[in-house]
């Protein structure tokens, strides 16, 4: 008898209710466990998990090296705590965070930032608002052994009950190989001398607190003046916040001892100028090397002002002995208030030494110079160089100097200055390669025996500080500027707007030869009343022909009445341009013209019309003033017709 066996047979549609089960045990056992523990990917079904990338797969921070790579945008994360080091006197930690690039990278690109929580806390995504920022890494200032090598440090406290997280971020466009080197850490201040005080360091060793200390000293000094870092350096070294290689620390001042006034003050001052975020950093890493021990009541010390001590007997044995004087800062400068220096009361020319001084906003400085070498020569040969600092933006164009014969000096007095004529000014010159500082340029010849004015304008907003060589010079040691002070005499006075040099109306053009009106070939049409003048000026040059500098002219005037009444009479006359000083000066009756209009023998058009013309030779490149004036009794209108030339 042979047995014979029957299975279920396993159909599709059976399949597929099985998987139906399976699908539906994972869809609620999953977030079940997924629950039990945030820290746990569940759902990474790769071979390997990825640590180091959010806070709550943070690696641990280990003592020495961290070496890792950072794509563009990525971060990485550490974690330490006072259980970290195997140390029992671990206090203080330094990290210091290197990178080599060759591109330029901004501290804000790729840097590392330390938080704080508190132990028991677990860390969701929802809590890192909750984190404690304590700071981030501040950029070395010491030269690294290799240009392209960046070197980022932090030092601070570690507590009991805290958990440290370290966030490691690259936002700029190059990816890094960085090493995050961890190290303890003895406190600032304290009884026993910090590792980062010892008398030698090796290259491979971690930044140290004094190289943070010398870090915030050139921050805070980097901003101030010569005098005023060399001053708060000296202050700082005196309350303990600088202590040099030479110095042991017992013998270190301690800032909690120093006078609170006086730190109060060097940390006003440190802070002076910085934004928000990087003042918040600066007080952050001060205070957490014990700059800002500061107490709330005056402490005795011997190196304060602490008066004498008195034992309290009449007689005079037992009196205690005075204590040494005190150190105290020495008080800050005066602000210095630039002063105007006018001709009525200029500064005198220094033919051996630089002239210089500071220029307030718009303010000008006048020098008198009388050239006189006792030699048998009258015209004598000059070179003024003068650099100006700062160059920054526009101010480098709107600072100059003008030369002008003493002879104008009574158009400044009558309140006629902007219509002197200077016999030469400085030219734009670049030739010291230092892009903060301008440069200008004059040369020329005076005369023997003649005095002149030489005025140095500043038409800028800012305050500038000049140097004025009697030489022509390419490169100098500038230094600082001679700070002149009011004396008191009228044209040297503190620094006040410029009183005006002309009347309240602008000038109306072809009034007057300063503001005589361009002549062009053609016709030239305008009016003019009873009585009215006008002024044009006149230049050609020919370019295509250099033997014949003299050209043929002609020049028509045609006027015509207005009132419809009679014919009007007007003239013209020509002036040669080095006769515009005579009119400057206000003797208007020594005007001398070479040519006056002539009756012209051509008809007009126009019955009513009166024509005058003139005709001769004019030079090239020679500046002439022609002059229009109405000598009748009522208005006219006016053709001017200029013919000729090249």
Do not use: C
């Not at 132990?119 to 981030?136: E, Q």
């Amino acid at each position: 008898m042979r047995l014979t066996y029957r299975t279920a047979k396993v159909t599709y549609k059976s399949l597929f209710g099985y998987s139906l089960v399976v699908i539906a045990l994972l869809i609620v056992a999953v977030p079940v466990f997924a629950a039990t523990s945030s820290a746990t990917p569940w759902l990474d079904f790769s071979l390997s998990t990825p640590t180091g990338t959010s806070p709550q797969t943070a690696r641990a921070l280990t003592k020495g090296l961290n070496v890792n790579h950072l794509n563009p945008g990525e971060e990485d994360w550490y974690t330490y705590s006072r259980a970290s080091f195997d140390d029992p006197t671990f206090a203080w930690i330094s990290l210091a965070m290197r990178y080599e690039s060759e591109a330029l990278i901004e501290p804000e690109q790729a840097n590392f930032e330390i938080m704080a929580q508190k132990g028991g806390d677990s860390w969701f995504p929802g809590d890192a608002a909750r984190a404690n920022v304590l700071g981030t890494g501040l950029t070395s200032p010491l030269k690294t052994a290799h240009e392209n090598l960046n070197a980022i440090f932090w030092t601070g406290e570690v507590s009991d009950e805290d958990v440290y997280y370290v966030r490691v971020f690259n936002q700029s466009p190059f990816g890094l190989n960085y090493t995050l080197e961890a190290k303890a850490e003895q406190p600032a201040v304290s009884g026993a001398a910090p590792a980062s005080l010892n008398s030698a360091m090796s290259e491979a060793e971690v930044l140290s607190l004094r190289q943070q200390a010398w870090a915030l000293t050139a921050q805070a000094a980097g901003k101030m003046t010569p005098t005023d870092a060399a001053r708060w350096m000296q202050q700082a070294q005196s309350v303990g916040w600088i202590v040099t290689a030479g110095t042991t620390i017992d013998r270190a001042p301690k800032p909690d001892q120093a006078n609170p006034q006086l730190l109060w003050q060097l940390t006003a001052q440190a802070i002076a100028g910085l934004d928000a975020e990087a003042a918040a950093r600066w007080l952050n890493q001060a205070d957490a090397l014990g700059w800002l021990a500061i107490p709330l009541a005056v402490p005795q010390n011997p190196t304060l002002d602490v008066p004498p001590k008195d034992s309290g007997d009449e007689g005079g044995e037992g009196q205690g002995e005075a204590q040494p004087a005190p150190a105290v800062p020495a008080p800050p400068e005066e602000i210095y208030t630039p002063v105007n220096i006018y001709p009525n009361n200029p500064l005198e020319f220094d033919f051996l030494d630089i002239n210089s001084g500071r220029l307030a906003p718009y303010g000008e400085h006048w020098y008198s110079l009388l050239r006189d070498d006792l030699d048998d020569k009258k015209i004598e040969a000059m070179a003024l160089t003068m650099f100006t600092t700062p160059s920054n933006g526009f101010i480098d164009s709107r600072v100059n100097f003008e030369i002008f014969p003493a002879s104008q000096y009574h158009m400044w007095a009558r309140g006629d200055a902007d219509y002197m004529e200077n016999l030469g000014l400085g030219q734009w010159v670049s030739r010291d390669e230092d892009n903060h500082t301008g440069e200008r340029l004059w040369k020329g010849s005076l005369v023997d025996g003649d005095r002149y004015l030489i005025k140095v304008k500043n038409s800028s907003p800012e305050v500038v500080d000049y140097y004025l060589f009697p030489d022509d010079v390419e490169n100098a040691e500038l230094g600082n500027p001679t700070l002149h002070q009011a004396n008191g005499a009228a044209g040297r006075v503190p620094y006040a707007a410029s009183p005006p040099t002309r009347p309240s109306l602008p000038p109306i053009p072809g009034a007057a030869p300063p503001d005589a009106i361009d002549l062009k070939m053609g016709v030239t049409t305008g009016k003019l009343e009873a009585g009215q003048e006008r002024w044009y000026k006149f230049y050609y040059r020919d370019s295509y022909n250099e033997t014949t500098p003299e050209h043929d002219f002609k020049i028509f005037l045609t006027n015509t009445p207005l009132d419809e009444i009679r014919a009007r009479h007007a003239d013209f006359a020509l002036y040669t341009g080095n006769q515009l000083p005579i009119w400057l000066r206000g003797t208007v009756d020594k005007l001398e013209p070479f040519g006056v209009s002539m009756p012209s023998p051509y008809p007009t058009e126009d019955v009513r019309s009166l024509q005058v013309l003139w005709d001769g030779q004019l030079m090239e490149e020679h500046i002439y003033y022609l002059k229009i004036w109405n000598h009748d009794i009522g208005p006219l209108e006016y053709e001017l017709e200029l013919q000729g030339g090249p």
